[in-house]
């Protein structure tokens, strides 16, 4: 018999991804705003209680990371205090609660892959909320699952790394763009599907908090250059010439931001017996099926 699974935010990027994936793993009752409000606990406690789902999936959160700086309190409603609602009326129902986290909890001072063990130590205010929404779900909520990814980027959503720099590339000739921030470019749709696939093995035994990104590593100035030769491949309309690698200090922002993030996904590619495919070539699927979508 098919689990009710109740996905909270299917708006969003992520969200709309699993909207398509997920009526294959079982049956969908989707909410996002207004019905719901991460920022109205009261919002959460009634569809909960209402539609008693199986599986709570919380593809919703604050992730305007400069913006948070300025405001903690709406920051912290939406990424720490809505995941210990969730967490407390999962556990009442006995459901499985499955979160997205970030990379962001990780300071990356580290030169080598993060696994789900090492010490967290976040130097945002959004890196921050996103921890405390971690850890109120461990300690309230027995059957959940936290999977943390990072530089997130799809076909939906109104802005994202990708659209960003192809909506600039077609505008100017020189762009200016990080290089000494690593991490690993990761797409939504990937993300959408390990969640869905993990859907037929969750246990008690399998609780716990995942890394999950493409493999591969770059940084935002890679990451950039990639997507310009692929687009231009694609027939994008592009005028962008060049690209001039900066530092983080050449380009302030109110938010600090790992200088290293990349996530050891070894641990949740032993459940599902395969291993991220590689972001240049996921990035490459995407930025065609975004050529389709858009009918260009």
Sequence with gaps: MSPSILLIGNNGQLGKELQQILPDYGNIISVARPTVDLAQPDTLRNVIRSK????????????AVDKAESEPELA????????????????KLGAFLI???TDYVFDGNGCRPYQETYTTNPLSVYGKTKLAGEEAIRVTCAHHLILRTAWVYGIFGKSNFV????QLGAERQELRVVADQIGSPTWAQDIATVIAEMIPRLT?????????TNSGVAS???????????AQQLGFPLKVEHIVPITTAEYPTPARRPAYSVLACEKISVILGTY?????QRLRQMLTDLKIGNGA
């Design 52 to 63: 008693q789902p199986q599986i709570i999936i919380n593809a919703a959160a604050y992730t």
């Design 76 to 91: 912290t409603a939406i990424n720490a205090t809505a995941p210990f609602i969730l967490a407390q009326e999962s556990q």
């Design 99 to 101: 979160h997205i986290s």
């Design 163 to 166: 659209k960003t720099m192809l």
């Design 204 to 212: 008690p035994k399998i609780s716990g908090t995942y890394h999950y």
């Design 220 to 230: 935002w100035y890679d990451f950039a250059v990639a997507i310009f030769e692929e």
């Design 276 to 280: 991220p495919p590689h972001w240049r």
